[in-house]
């Protein structure tokens, strides 16, 4: 069956570390690959996603994804984290269906 | 543009009663998804929809939950009757499938249940 994991469930950092989390999922085929944030109290939006062509992507707020075919990953980075990256992170694939299948999530807590 | 609408944000009920959330998805979207989230599982998807009609409503719970879109600009999630483990978060979310920028979600703020 379609899944996706995320095995980090609750993050926490102080301002200025390095973030990486990770997300895989079941099996392979051609994949569109998302990362969408919920900051406290709102709702989903998204981050970044790969579709196609490089597989170092670029978000928003410094955020960047690798997507590693061979290992079905696409895990999220971002070198020097704030205060304000404190959020909810999903993980999320589509197999060239209809459905979004999300992960669990990570909370991340930064801490000044 | 106005985004995802969904009402109510807060609804406090008691088992037994009937739930009715709704959703207006941002206009020209063609799709529209129900999502909903709980600490437990996480984001589920309950239903979808493309260009009004239900294509996949294998995450619904059970038959105590149904969805209808009666037109392009308004969904709603029923739950009839509501028990105290339907309390979660709801989530309205909708898209445009155009070639590269589908499944592109465009989320609600949520509505946030708690069955009593």
């Known amino acids: 069956a379609q899944s996706v994991s995320q095995h980090n469930h609750h993050v926490i950092l102080s301002e200025a570390a390095s973030l990486e989390l990770g997300c895989n999922y079941s099996y392979g085929g051609t994949v569109n690959l998302f990362w969408y944030v919920q900051y406290p109290g709102q709702h989903l939006q998204l981050l970044l996603k790969?579709?196609?062509?490089?597989?170092l992507v670029k978000g928003i707020k410094g955020f960047e994804a690798e997507f590693i075919k061979s290992k079905f990953s696409f895990n999220l980075r971002k070198p020097s984290v704030q205060w304000s990256d404190t959020a909810e992170y999903f993980c999320?694939?589509?197999?060239?269906?209809?459905?979004?299948?999300f992960g669990t999530g990570t909370r991340l807590q930064v801490f000044p | 543009d106005a985004g995802v609408i969904q009402s109510p944000r807060h609804e406090v009920t008691e088992m037994g009663q009937e739930v009715t959330l709704r959703c207006k998805p941002i206009?020209?979207?063609?799709?529209l998804f129900w999502y909903r989230q709980t600490m437990m599982r996480g984001l589920e998807l309950l239903i979808y929809?493309?260009?009004?009609?239900?294509?996949?409503d294998s995450g619904m719970p059970e038959d105590r939950f149904s969805a209808k879109m009666p037109n392009a600009s308004f969904s709603t999630l029923k739950i009839q009757p509501s028990e105290p483990r339907d309390s979660a978060v709801y989530f309205c979310?909708?898209?445009?499938?155009?070639?590269?920028?589908?499944?592109?979600?465009?989320f609600g703020e949520g509505s946030r249940l708690t069955v009593l």
């Open positions: 790969y579709f196609s062509g490089d597989p």
């Open positions: 979310a909708s898209s445009l499938a155009l070639a590269g920028e589908m499944w592109e979600l465009f």
């Open positions: 929809f493309n260009n009004n009609v239900p294509i996949d």
């Open positions: 206009s020209g979207h063609d799709y």
């Open positions: 999320a694939v589509n197999w060239n269906t209809d459905k979004l299948i």
